[in-house]
């Protein structure tokens, strides 16, 4: 039996941190790049990406995408960006998404 007290963990008479975290095992991963146009000012917008798939958790599939210089007339991008999903298709509709924030169509 084990009960918390003031932030640690007393299990069967001693007490210490618990640690919850387990990792999992990246059983793919890609190199991906992800084009998107701005229709009002006829730019283009790219992010270079890994996309990692895991054996387990919550959200298996991570996009790390990160921006490729020059920024759009119109605005400035963000320079890095993470999503976290349950599929590919999942962490590509956030990509829609996140480009429809800004009225980029993805290409």
Do not use: Q
């Amino acid at each position: 039996m084990w009960r918390e007290v003031a932030g640690e963990v007393e299990w069967g008479g001693m007490t210490g941190d618990v640690e919850f975290m387990t990792t999992y095992k990246t059983i793919f991963e890609s190199k991906e790049e992800i084009y998107g146009i701005v229709p009002r000012a006829n730019d283009w917008v790219h992010y270079s990406s890994i996309l990692k798939i895991k054996d387990g958790g919550k959200y298996p599939v991570s996009l790390e995408m990160s921006f490729v210089p020059p920024h759009p007339f119109a605005f400035n991008m963000p320079e890095k960006r993470s999503i976290k999903a349950v599929s590919i298709t999942d962490a590509y509709a956030k990509v829609i998404k996140y480009f429809n924030k800004f009225g980029i169509e993805f290409r």
